[in-house]
Antibody, heavy 118, light 108 residues
Framework: QVRLQEWGPGRVKPSETLTLTCAVS????????WSWIRQPPGKGLEWIGS???????NYNPSLKSRVTISLDTPEGQFSLKMTSATAADTAVYYC????????????WGQGTLVTVSS | EIVLTQSPGTLSLSPGERATLSCRAS???????LAWYQQKTGQAPRLLIY???SRATDIPDRFSGSGSGTDFTLTISRLEPEDFAVYYC?????????FGQGTKVEIK
C-alpha cells in the first residue's frame, strides 16, 4: 500500500499563496491521477484538482483560476499552489491517489490543516 | 458539473440495525465511476466501494453498493460500533470529480 504524506505551513496570511507538497512513499508517480481534496472544518469534501503523470491536469472550475498542481517525478512528490488565499480556504487539505480506470481515490494522506488568518 | 445529493443528512440507528444511504445524481453517472467512502472523526476518508458495487480491499461484506443511472445506494447490513461515521459518495464525469455532502450515521 502506497503512503502519502502532506506538508506545508499551517498558517497563511490572506492574499498570500498557499503551497503544499505531498510525498509518495514508493516514488511511483506513473499510471495514476495525483490529487488534492480539501475539507473545511465541519464540512464535506471538495475536490480541488488532479494531475495525471503524463501531464494532463484537471481542476475544479470554482478554483481553476487560483490553483496549480505540479509533479516532481524524480522526487516522487507533487504540489499544490493556491493564490490569493482567503478565510474561505481554511481547511484540512488531503493529497490522494486516483485510479486511472475507475477514478476512485484509493489512497489518502492523513491531511494537514491550513488556516488562512492574519 | 454533476451534483450529488445524499440523503438522509443524518441516520440514527442502533448497532445491529440495517443502514440504507442514498446518493442521487443530477444527471446519469456511469456505474464504473461511482464510489463510496467512510470518514471517522479526525481521519482521512477510506474507500469502501468503487464502480458502484465493488468492495475495496479489506472492506467487510456487510458493506454493499448498488444502483445505476442517477440513483445509488450504500447498504450496511448490520451496523457494528465502528461503522458509526460519515459516508460520502463520489463520481467522475468529463474530467471532473465531485462528492456528495455526506450522510452521518450516528448511534441512536
Amino acid at each position: 500500500q502506497v503512503r502519502l504524506q502532506e506538508w506545508g505551513p499551517g498558517r497563511v496570511k490572506p492574499s498570500e499563496t498557499l503551497t503544499l507538497t505531498c510525498a509518495v512513499s514508493d516514488s511511483s508517480i506513473s499510471n495514476y491521477y495525483w490529487s488534492w481534496i480539501r475539507q473545511p472544518p465541519g464540512k464535506g469534501l471538495e475536490w480541488i484538482g488532479s494531475f495525471y503523470y503524463s501531464g494532463n491536469t484537471n481542476y475544479n472550475p470554482s478554483l481553476k483560476s487560483r490553483v496549480t498542481i505540479s509533479l516532481d517525478t524524480p522526487e516522487g512528490q507533487f504540489s499544490l499552489k493556491m493564490t490569493s488565499a482567503t478565510a474561505a480556504d481554511t481547511a484540512v487539505y488531503y493529497c490522494a491517489r486516483a485510479d486511472s480506470l475507475d477514478y476512485f481515490f484509493d489512497n489518502w494522506g492523513q491531511g494537514t490543516l491550513v488556516t488562512v488568518s492574519s | 458539473e454533476i451534483v450529488l445529493t445524499q440523503s438522509p443528512g443524518t441516520l440514527s440507528l442502533s448497532p445491529g440495525e440495517r443502514a440504507t444511504l442514498s446518493c442521487r445524481a443530477s444527471q446519469s453517472v456511469s456505474r464504473s465511476y461511482l464510489a463510496w467512502y467512510q470518514q471517522k472523526t479526525g481521519q482521512a476518508p477510506r474507500l469502501l466501494i468503487y464502480a458502484a458495487s465493488s468492495r475495496a480491499t479489506d472492506i467487510p461484506d456487510r458493506f454493499s453498493g448498488s444502483g445505476s443511472g442517477t440513483d445509488f445506494t450504500l447498504t450496511i447490513s448490520r451496523l457494528e460500533p465502528e461503522d458509526f461515521a460519515v459516508y460520502y459518495c463520489q463520481q467522475y464525469d468529463n474530467s471532473l470529480w465531485t462528492f456528495g455532502q455526506g450522510t452521518k450515521v450516528e448511534i441512536k
